[in-house]
């Protein structure tokens, strides 16, 4: 079995872009990478931040069913505490069978507590906190989906099911509409960060599919390490084909070609005005010099992509993540981080290309894919 492919799309816009622009490189993107094969595209939701800046996944996902034909979508992940549960759980009902199968949930707390406090949470950064909302939410959308009777009066929300009432022979007026997902329930994914991150914990207690944001050797191997722990305690099967990775990674036709194109493209310009600060706040880069066995000093942005990111050939990007594969244990699919080439995609298409076609067909997943 190969690994499967798939895009990310935070979406890392400049910050000058609009609104329709964003919007119009979403749905560019998940057309292309239907075309070329990718299996699935995830879609974040941020309220707060001008770099990622997709407050409604739902309507790229809307806007891109029709025009694509296989590719799955994803919000990545609809966070639970900004919204009321039971309004979310009939708009994710709704749109899954408007994709007919093409469609699975994220769910997550919320990394950024500007965020949170536009939704009224002022303890944000909380996270214990947010994560017992999340699992409220959660509850509350479950039962929902089952369309039984149902008063919830909870810590967070209140939320309900009725009655359905039954009247004469061809009187439909009381009819509930069923805005239960595609096939009763949606398949769950969820994000994690950090090391022995709670939301793995909580993906492999539900057994949730697991979805790591790459921040380093160690924080990957306990990510797996927590989500097949939990997963394996209530009675799951910890598969690594379900386990989705984020990278950055960018194909070209030599080595040299594809390091100039990051360093003096989109994905350089983006790290070095907004991701590489942010992975020093939160601690990220301190694992990757770890990784690597360097000194502060030595990190700039050449080093990132020198020692981070998978860019070269499709040979040299191949050989990339088999070392990842031997080192972590491997995952099923590859989730690329997406770029703003608004301007010229060109570039950012051959390198998704690549990936699909001369990349994953060559990257094996492990002989064992469960625990």
């Given at each position: 079995?190969?690994?499967?492919?798939?895009?990310?799309?935070?979406?890392?816009?400049?910050?000058?872009?609009?609104?329709?622009?964003?919007?119009?490189?979403?749905?560019?993107?998940?057309?292309?990478?239907?075309?070329?094969?990718?299996?699935?595209?995830?879609?974040?939701?941020?309220?707060?931040?001008?770099?990622?800046?997709?407050?409604?996944?739902?309507?790229?996902?809307?806007?891109?069913?029709?025009?694509?034909?296989?590719?799955k979508?994803?919000?990545?992940?609809?966070?639970?505490?900004?919204?009321?549960?039971?309004?979310?759980?009939?708009?994710?009902g709704?749109?899954s069978?408007?994709?007919?199968?093409?469609?699975?949930?994220?769910?997550?707390?919320?990394?950024?507590?500007?965020?949170?406090?536009?939704?009224?949470?002022?303890?944000?950064?909380?996270?214990k906190?947010?994560?017992?909302?999340?699992?409220?939410?959660?509850?509350?959308?479950?039962?929902?989906?089952?369309r039984?009777?149902?008063?919830?009066?909870?810590?967070?929300?209140?939320?309900?099911?009725?009655?359905?009432?039954?009247?004469?022979?061809?009187?439909?007026?009381?009819?509930?509409?069923?805005f239960?997902?595609w096939?009763?329930?949606?398949?769950?994914?969820?994000t994690?960060?950090?090391?022995?991150?709670p939301?793995?914990?909580?993906?492999?207690?539900?057994?949730?599919?697991?979805?790591?944001?790459?921040s380093?050797?160690e924080?990957?191997?306990?990510?797996?390490e927590?989500?097949?722990?939990?997963?394996?305690?209530?009675?799951?099967v910890?598969?690594?084909?379900?386990?989705?990775?984020?990278?950055?990674?960018f194909?070209?036709?030599?080595?040299?070609?594809?390091?100039?194109?990051?360093?003096?493209?989109?994905i350089?310009?983006?790290?070095?005005?907004y991701?590489?600060?942010?992975?020093?706040?939160?601690?990220?880069?301190?694992?990757?010099?770890?990784?690597?066995?360097?000194?502060?000093?030595?990190?700039?942005?050449?080093?990132?992509?020198?020692?981070?990111?998978?860019?070269?050939?499709?040979?040299?990007?191949?050989?990339?993540?088999?070392?990842?594969?031997?080192?972590?244990?491997?995952?099923?699919?590859?989730?690329?981080?997406?770029?703003?080439?608004?301007?010229?995609?060109?570039?950012?298409?051959?390198?998704?290309?690549?990936?699909a076609?001369?990349?994953?067909?060559?990257?094996?997943?492990?002989?064992?894919?469960?625990?």
């Open positions: 079995m190969a690994m499967e492919t798939g895009l990310i799309v935070h979406p890392y816009m400049r910050p000058e872009r609009t609104a329709r622009q964003t919007f119009d490189w979403c749905v560019q993107q998940a057309i292309t990478a239907d075309e070329i094969g990718f299996d699935s595209i995830m879609l974040s939701e941020h309220a707060s931040q001008r770099w990622e800046n997709i407050p409604n996944p739902e309507l790229i996902i809307a806007a891109a069913a029709s025009r694509t034909e296989r590719i979508f994803a919000p990545m992940a609809h966070l639970l505490p900004h919204q009321h549960p039971a309004k979310l759980a009939i708009m994710v709704w749109l069978q408007i994709l007919e199968g093409r469609y699975f949930l994220g769910i997550g707390a919320g990394a950024y507590p500007q965020s949170s406090y536009i939704h009224g949470i002022t303890n944000g950064e909380d996270t906190f947010t994560n017992e909302m999340v699992r409220e939410s959660l509850e509350i959308m479950e039962k929902i989906w089952k039984e009777p149902f008063f919830h009066e909870g810590r967070f929300w209140n939320a309900g099911y009725p009655e359905e009432l039954h009247a004469d022979d061809g009187d439909d007026q009381h009819m509930l509409a069923d239960s997902p096939g009763g329930a949606p398949e769950i994914a969820v994690g960060f950090s090391a022995n991150s939301s793995m914990r909580f993906a492999g207690e539900r057994g949730f599919r697991p979805v790591s944001i790459f380093g050797l924080a990957l191997k306990t990510h797996w927590t989500y097949s722990e939990a997963a394996t305690a209530n009675g799951h910890a598969d690594r084909s379900r386990y989705h990775v984020s990278q950055t990674v194909v070209a036709d030599t080595d040299k070609e594809a390091k100039r194109l990051v360093m003096e493209g989109p350089g310009y983006c790290f070095e005005r991701l590489i600060p942010i992975w020093w706040r939160f601690g990220m880069m301190d694992g990757f010099i770890k990784d690597a066995g360097a000194d502060r000093a030595d990190v700039d942005l050449e080093w990132v992509v020198d020692n981070v990111f998978c860019v070269g050939s499709p040979d040299t990007v191949v050989d990339k993540i088999n070392r990842l594969f031997e080192a972590t244990g491997g995952w099923g699919t590859l989730q690329v981080e997406s770029h703003d080439y608004f301007d010229d995609p060109a570039p950012w298409f051959q390198s998704l290309e690549m990936i076609r001369e990349v994953a067909p060559r990257i094996s997943l492990p002989a064992s894919v469960t625990v």
